[in-house]
Antibody
Framework: QVLLVESGGGLVRPGGSLRLSCAASGFTFSTYGMHWVRQAPGKGLEWVAFIRSAGSGEYYADSVKGRFTISRDNSKNTLYLQMNSLRVEDTAVYYC????????????????WGQGTPVTVSS | DIQLTQSPSSVSASVGDRVTITCRASQGIGSYLAWYQQKAGKAPKLLIHSTSTLEGGVPSRFSGSGSGTDFSLTISRLQPEDYATYYCQHAYGLPISFGQGTRLEMK
């Protein structure tokens, strides 16, 4: 079955960097766009970024644009989120999610989701 | 950017009740709307996409309707396992966005 496993979360000081990974299995990774979504403690879901299946085309929420970079290695079935210049307000559980439809250009439904990895930005 | 507004923010209901949650988009999104269920400490789960298409394994007591800017999720006969938070999400281009969530609590 489709499995997404995030890793790389942790505690980081404001201004610091962190790289999240999402290991995918159970489907043809290179065929599907992938998303990162985050959820601050006690809050709702916030879409963060999307990358197309071949990696050519990345899109970001305004709140992270210029600081976060989404990328993928289709040879390793792995999705990444490089987070730089971290702020306290970036504290959240970060989920990776598979796009519903293959080769989507602009994203679709998100299914399934990984279990999430927590990121805490605090001094 | 498209904003999604869910109502109510929270609702209390009893097992067996019929519950309806609404989601209003700031502009027309056709039928590009999905609903997710999230239980405490868990990842969201896709329930319905394309406004009214149930994902495999989702009980038939869940249904979705609407088009354009106004959408709804209905649970016809609430079961104990349905207590959760529900989110709508549009897929009418990027950026994708979610509603703020509706918490369904036991009455």
């Amino acid at each position: 079955q489709v499995l997404l496993v995030e890793s790389g979360g942790g505690l980081v000081r404001p201004g610091g960097s962190l790289r999240l990974s999402c290991a995918a299995s159970g489907f043809t990774f290179s065929t599907y766009g992938m998303h990162w979504v985050r959820q601050a403690p006690g809050k709702g879901l916030e879409w963060v970024a999307f990358i197309r299946s071949a990696g050519s085309g990345e899109y970001y929420a305004d709140s992270v644009k210029g600081r976060f970079t989404i990328s993928r290695d289709n040879s390793k079935n792995t999705l990444y989120l490089q987070m730089n210049s971290l702020r306290v307000e970036d504290t959240a559980v970060y989920y990776c999610a598979k796009d519903f439809a293959p080769s989507s250009f602009t994203g679709n439904w998100l299914d399934p989701w990984g279990q999430g990895t927590p990121v805490t930005v605090s001094s | 950017d498209i904003q999604l507004t869910q109502s109510p923010s929270s609702v209390s209901a009893s097992v067996g009740d019929r519950v309806t949650i609404t989601c209003r988009a700031s502009q027309g999104i056709g039928s590009y709307l999905a609903w997710y269920q999230q239980k405490a400490g868990k990842a969201p789960k896709l329930l319905i996409h394309s406004t009214s298409t149930l994902e495999g394994g989702v009980p038939s007591r869940f249904s979705g309707s609407g088009s354009g800017t106004d959408f709804s999720l209905t649970i016809s006969r609430l079961q104990p396992e349905d207590y959760a938070t529900y989110y709508c999400q549009h897929a009418y281009g990027l950026p994708i966005s979610f509603g703020q969530g509706t918490r369904l609590e036991m009455k």
